[in-house]
């Protein structure tokens, strides 16, 4: 090392400086690595809530999508029955299926006819 002067650094000044260095450096390890703990002990937190609140919102849209499904089916039967009722209406509205339905079931006879009943 041309033009330099090394000094020595045997010197207690020098042993004292750079075992305080040393010193800062553990310090700064040791809060650096509480502040990292700390991060990330918050950071499990905010996930394990979250994580806690998808899985409920996930239970819950697993109830609904089967709720509806549910809805679904009985909606498609009402429909089929409300189909056969209107059909039911439009006859009852033609007179002959009317007097046939009358004369069947209510065993009504016009003027000057006779009913018989056979047994099965």
Request: aromatic share 10%; net charge positive; proline share 2%.
């Amino acid at each position: 090392m041309k033009g330099r002067n090394v000094y020595s650094l045997d010197t207690p000044y020098a042993q004292q400086k750079t075992a305080q260095q040393a010193a800062d450096k553990a310090y700064a390890r040791k809060i650096h690595k509480r502040r990292f703990l700390a991060m990330i002990g918050i950071i499990g937190v905010f996930v394990l809530v979250f994580g806690v609140q998808i899985w409920k919102n996930q239970r819950q849209l697993g109830r609904v999508n089967a709720q509806i499904q549910q809805t679904q089916t009985q909606l498609t039967k009402q429909k089929s029955k409300q189909k056969q009722l209107n059909s039911h209406i439009k006859e009852l509205n033609d007179p002959e299926y009317l007097q046939q339905l009358i004369r069947s079931k209510y065993n009504y006879a016009k003027k000057g006819e006779t009913i018989y009943n056979f047994a099965n």
